[in-house]
């Protein structure tokens, strides 16, 4: 991991581990990618780049990807062969600190401010492969399934580390679902 985590949060699950985390109240600038959700962050780099570059933005680490529908626990939709209809996912880039306000904002990018948040997360390391994104994902709904004081509250979210110059066997990230915590 080159880039910083931004302030306050948490550091990665790791690989294989299923553990709740709390995330504070952050900042992002999102690119909504409509189309075929497993190109959303490839397609979404630029847009964001150029953000952050044309803001003197630090980069951090993780990436964030919001996926829509594509996840068949919500009822998301599925073609013949399995794969997701989705058309949408919003990739972000989280600022440094959720103070930071931009001098400017491209037409294809929103800044956007998210709450805190709790999630049930899964540590992973290897390629950013859609199916390790599933296989992750549905082993933490079975968790959820398993443990009904938790209940899902939003789609699944992933989180990747690192750049796309590390190798894919060293590549870490995580697939999070964001969760309404027990009451006390």
Not at 24 to 47: N, S
């Amino acid at each position: 991991m080159a880039a910083q985590l931004p302030n306050q949060f948490p550091p990665p699950t790791a690989n294989g581990e299923i553990e709740i985390k709390q995330y504070p109240a952050y900042r992002a600038v999102t690119y909504t990618h409509q189309g075929d959700v497993k190109l959303a962050t490839r397609a979404a780099f630029d847009a964001l780049y150029r953000h952050i570059s044309a803001n003197q933005i630090a980069m951090t680490t993780p990436v964030e990807v919001r996926y829509y529908g594509a996840d068949p626990m919500a009822g998301g939709a599925r073609d013949r062969s399995g794969s997701p209809q989705e058309k949408r996912a919003d990739v972000s880039f989280l600022y440094p600190d959720a103070t930071i306000a931009p001098e400017s904002i491209a037409p294809d990018v929103e800044v956007r401010d998210y709450p805190a948040i709790a999630v049930v997360s899964i540590g992973i390391q290897g390629a950013y492969t859609w199916d390790s994104y599933e296989r992750h994902r549905d082993r933490l709904y079975r968790w959820l399934g398993d443990n009904p004081q938790y209940r899902a509250i939003a789609p699944p979210r992933r989180l990747l580390y690192n750049s796309p110059m590390t190798p894919e066997a060293l590549k870490q990230s995580e697939v999070q679902i964001a969760i309404a915590l027990p009451s006390d």
